[in-house]
């Protein structure tokens, strides 16, 4: 774990010293020991040279059509919610960094693994404090997990999640600053797992795990915004439901960026309730509020106005704008055609199909343009990922390479009628299944029936509606499917639903009568280990074998996804690092304004 330089730290205080003798209004209480943020400045940890320190003060507008179902950070599930109730309460003992999807410090200022991977033992910020200005300590960490998060009266999905080996971790508290979390086994995960706000136990000591369901719901927020106390770069203001929610700066929080300003920024954020995307795209075309997330529909017209308007575009190329998942195709080894079964083993095969898909047509034609090779299983945009599998994987269609492959595989057309056989005669006809009401998905498939038709192979496309589909997944019955799965990226792990011989997903090979490839077992075994090990650098080189193993075998094929687009206000500064780890709700406390 990187320590925050002593050069960051000194100038900060300085600079902090400075600004209290300046006379400036702005209210700033900034702990001992902040976190000295080194926006603009090359740091290989970060990567936020491309952002620069700013000035403080502004307020800014954001649209939405849904507002938070409670202000209960611990209690929320929809994306919704968590937007707001995360820059309330903070990100917890360490965050994740919005650009790369690293874990950074937050209110730990270290922390450190034991031999036996089972015990983790956080630091906290000297002089940390709620946004009500009382402290923040290891008490208060111990308080969040033991009489909350661990509490099954309380109605959290995150008690779940901290389960290691069916037991929830025991918590003890070292002293003023110190706390420790003991496991039952080593697992990777965890660090990412146990991050949640911190509550304060001098506001909710007395509440019991059943009122805690209902502590800072809507209608207490909306009478009583000041009572919501977290450790946030926001707190709530204000909030009219159904109208607007308004936050302003925490004067007690603990970053600082490298001159020393407190952050965040701004002053206030206003979020504002509207019907519908048509509704976002109007406010934003006439200078309402300063974001936009796009609709690709809505692009021609920002691309054509952006110059006269000023407006600031992600315009949906580069790195930043890679999809974090993606369809994928793959193929049923256990169908019950046996010519096919044999055939779809082969890795030979699949790499056939995958040369003679035209990915840059599906984006075209199934995006408008505006799509990007998802590149293997885990996003660039992860820091597990491995750049080597865009090396192994070229982007570009080879459609002689794949005929070579199906001609040494005996796959000829040998009776004249464009179709290619096998050696026994039966003809490569198979099909592809999908869910009539994903366009994506059976826009991609006509495309992908016609790329294999001219590498003779006879395809066609079968719809049908979702629950036919899913049924059909789960009971092997199809030759072939477009299908993808909500992973984490930035959590590899969460792919072993696919990726694992025993996930639900694991869609080639299924059935009790399966008969395992050494390359399967041995990704079993690369996630196992990946799942144990503690630190990033040895999770990474289990990952990064499985990658490679990917790129080899393909066991499924993947596609495009939609481009990460994003527009904003002409004021707004630190836009240039949006992308789908973090938008502004991410980097909100980085955001400054400009002239």
């Known amino acids: 774990m990187k320590k925050t330089s002593v050069k960051y730290l000194i100038f900060a205080i300085c600079a902090l010293l400075l600004l209290g003798t300046t006379g400036l209004a702005r209210e700033t209480n900034v702990p001992s020991e902040p976190l000295v943020v080194p926006l603009g400045e090359p740091d290989e940890f970060w990567e936020m040279d491309d952002l620069a320190p700013g000035k403080p003060g502004g307020e800014v507008k954001y649209s939405t059509e849904k507002f ?182 925490n004067p007690y929080y603990y ?163 464009g179709v290619r056989e096998t050696a026994s005669g039966d003809p490569i006809s198979f099909s592809i299944l999908v869910n009539e009401e994903n366009r994506v998905r059976a826009g991609s498939a006509r495309i992908i029936t016609r790329n294999l038709a001219d590498l003779g192979l006879e395809v066609e496309v079968e719809t049908v509606q979702f629950d036919n589909y899913t049924s059909k997944l789960v009971n092997g019955n199809y030759q072939s499917t477009i299908a993808s799965v909500l992973a984490n990226s930035r959590e590899p792990s969460t792919l072993s639903d696919v990726f694992t011989s025993g996930g639900p997903l694991h869609l080639w090979n299924r059935g009790q009568n399966r008969t395992l490839t050494e390359w399967e077992k041995e990704i079993d075994r690369l996630f196992t280990k990946g799942l144990q090990a503690g630190s990033f650098e040895e999770r990474k080189e289990y990952y990064d074998k499985f990658q490679s193993i990917y790129a080899e075998q393909l066991p499924v094929i993947y596609l495009a996804g939609e481009s990460f687009l994003y527009a904003t206000a002409p004021s707004i500064r630190n836009w240039q690092e949006f992308n789908r780890l973090g938008t502004f709700l991410d980097f909100a406390e980085f955001i400054w304004l400009g002239k």
């Open 255 to 417: 970053k600082v960026d490298p001159r020393g300003t407190q952050l965040p920024y701004l002053e206030r954020y206003k979020i504002l309730k509207v019907k519908d995307n048509d509704v976002e795209f109007l406010k934003f075309r006439s200078g309402e509020t300063d974001f936009l997330r796009p609709q690709i529909r809505d692009m021609p017209y920002l691309l054509s106005h952006a110059d006269e308007e000023g407006w600031n575009l992600l315009e949906g190329d580069g790195t930043r704008s890679a999809p974090l998942n993606a369809d994928f195709v793959t193929f049923n080894w256990n169908t019950e055609e046996g010519h096919l079964k044999e055939l779809f083993r082969e890795p030979d095969f699949r790499r056939a199909v995958f040369l003679a898909i035209d990915l840059e047509e599906i984006i075209n034609r199934v995006f408008n343009g505006f799509g990007r090779p998802q590149y293997g299983p885990i996003s660039r945009l992860s820091p597990y990922h491995n750049p080597e599998v865009g090396n192994l994987l070229p982007v570009e269609p080879d459609p002689e390479s794949a005929r070579k492959l199906l001609g040494e595989l005996g796959l000829k057309d040998r009776d004249g009628d």
């Open 68 to 249: 938070p179902g409670t202000f209960n950070d611990l209690l929320g599930r929809e994306p919704d919610t968590k937007d707001v109730t995360k820059m309330i309460m903070g990100a917890g003992l360490v965050d994740e960094n919005p650009v790369n999807g690293k874990l950074v410090p937050a209110f730990a200022k270290s922390w450190s693994l034991s031999d036996d991977g089972r015990v983790y033992t956080f630091h906290l910020r000297t002089g940390l404090k709620f946004s009500d200005g009382r402290p923040l300590t290891a008490e208060d960490v111990a308080f969040t997990y033991e009489e909350l998060v661990f509490n099954p009266k309380v109605k959290t999905e995150r008690r779940a999640i901290l389960r290691i080996g069916g037991e929830l971790p025991k918590v003890t508290v070292v002293d003023r600053y110190t706390i420790k979390f003991e496991i039952t086994e080593p697992h990777g995960p965890f660090l990412r797992r146990l991050s949640t706000g911190i509550y304060p136990k001098h506001e909710l000591k007395d509440v019991t795990g059943e009122e805690f369901n209902d502590t800072w719901n809507r209608e207490f927020a909306a009478n009583n915004p000041e009572n919501i106390v977290g450790a946030g770069p926001f707190r709530l203001d204000e909030f009219v439901p159904g109208e607007k929610i308004i936050l302003s700066r």
